[in-house]
């Protein structure tokens, strides 16, 4: 039996938002708005049965940002399951054009 999973790379940092969906964000690009979108997405992936949710410290806010929809939300521990990975560490500070 396969598993609905929701990877978190692109609503974790701005760079990789692209592909034509620019305008599905809005004007607003800080931290709290992209927080708030986030959330919206975990709420609807969870309403349709998503347990799985992917995240890495290279998806620049992922985990920050799955972590705090866990802790705002009445989920009950161990009914969801998290996947991170190690490796580098997103260092662009949300910023588009870093080095």
Same mark, same amino acid.
């Given at each position: 039996?396969?598993?609905?999973?929701?990877?978190?790379?692109?609503?974790?940092?701005?760079? =990789?938002?692209?592909?034509?969906?620019?305008?599905?964000?809005?004007?607003?690009?800080?931290?709290?708005?992209?927080?708030?979108?986030?959330?919206?997405?975990?709420?609807?992936?969870?309403?349709?049965?998503?347990?799985?949710?992917?995240?890495?410290?290279?998806?620049?806010?992922?985990?920050?940002?799955?972590?705090?929809?866990?802790?705002?939300?009445?989920?009950?521990?161990?009914?969801?399951?998290?996947?991170?990975?190690?490796?580098?560490? =997103?260092?662009?500070?949300?910023?588009?054009?870093?080095?």
């Amino acid at each position: 039996m396969l598993l609905p999973v929701l990877g978190l790379a692109a609503v974790g940092r701005p760079g =990789y938002i692209n592909l034509g969906r620019d305008e599905d964000l809005g004007a607003d690009r800080s931290v709290q708005a992209l927080k708030h979108r986030t959330h919206a997405v975990l709420d609807a992936a969870h309403a349709a049965g998503v347990r799985y949710f992917d995240a890495a410290r290279s998806y620049g806010r992922a985990e920050e940002f799955l972590g705090s929809w866990l802790r705002s939300r009445d989920i009950e521990p161990g009914s969801v399951t998290v996947g991170s990975k190690w490796g580098y560490t =997103y260092v662009a500070d949300w910023q588009i054009d870093a080095d």
